[in-house]
T-cell receptor, first 113, second 112 residues
Framework: DQQVKQNSPSLSVQEGRISILNCDYT??????FLWYKKYPAEGPTFLIS?????DKNEDGRFTVFLNKSAKHLSLHIVPSQPGDSAVYFC????????????FGRGTSLIVHP | DGGITQSPKYLFRKEGQNVTLSCEQN?????MYWYRQDPGQGLRLIYY???????QKGDIAEGYSVSREKKESFPLTVTSAQKNPTAFYLC???????????FGDGTRLSIL
């Protein structure tokens, strides 16, 4: 049973526009959420995180929004660049006192020049 | 330059053989992890270790074994009991279990 879901396997966006990647979770005990970015044949790299006490966290072109009542978070990339083309994984932790993250299946973002 | 090194990048195993994947980190991190990634799947946790000489099973530990004799090293053995070992294996570390993880570049294991 997937506790962290990324329902869109892929997303295609034009360079300069906004990319919005979505993530839903089922366990209301999760209290820390992370986004990782992965290029082919490389390991994921940490991008941005948010604690459940916040509803927004921003780092340059990347902003994560958290809607606890909907158990939903999203990653916004503005403006999108071709170098942003990668697989993005959402992860959540904190349920049951465990801080080992549970990962979603990832969304492949393609940014067209 | 600090980071995590996984070796080899590609590994081939014959049926019935055990094979060990190496993971070394020089980040002075206490926690280390092994994940498996299959096509279209997320990262599934195999084993993790929060401290030297201690480790716990993750969600898919059957057919795998680990050791943590040194802080820097967390090797994973894929045993012959693992019926479907072909996958991309990722090692990660973090300063503590609640901190973001740093990943190696992975080892792709294939069965001959």
């Amino acid at each position: 049973d997937q506790q962290v879901k990324q329902n869109s396997p892929s997303l295609s966006v034009q360079e300069g526009r906004i990319s919005i990647l979505n993530c839903d979770y089922t366990n209301s005990m999760f209290d820390y959420f992370l986004w990782y970015k992965k290029y082919p044949a490389e390991g994921p790299t940490f991008l941005i995180s948010i604690s459940s006490i916040k509803d927004k966290n921003e780092d340059g072109r990347f902003t994560v929004f958290l809607n606890k009542s909907a158990k939903h978070l999203s990653l916004h990339i503005v403006p999108s660049q071709p170098g942003d083309s990668a697989v993005y994984f959402c992860a959540a932790s904190g349920a049951g006192g465990s801080y080992i993250p549970t990962f979603g299946r990832g969304t492949s973002l393609i940014v067209h020049p | 330059d600090g980071g995590i090194t996984q070796s080899p990048k590609y590994l081939f195993r014959k049926e019935g053989q055990n094979v060990t994947l190496s993971c070394e980190q020089n980040l002075n991190h206490d926690a280390m992890y092994w994940y498996r990634q299959d096509p279209g799947q997320g990262l599934r946790l195999i084993y993790y270790s929060q401290i030297v000489n201690d480790f716990q099973k993750g969600d898919i530990a059957e057919g795998y074994s680990v050791s943590r004799e040194k802080k820097e090293s967390f090797p994973l053995t894929v045993t012959s009991a693992q019926k479907n070992p072909t996958a991309f294996y990722l090692c990660a570390s973090s300063a503590s279990p609640g901190q973001p993880q740093h990943f190696g570049d992975g080892t792709r294991l294939s069965i001959l």
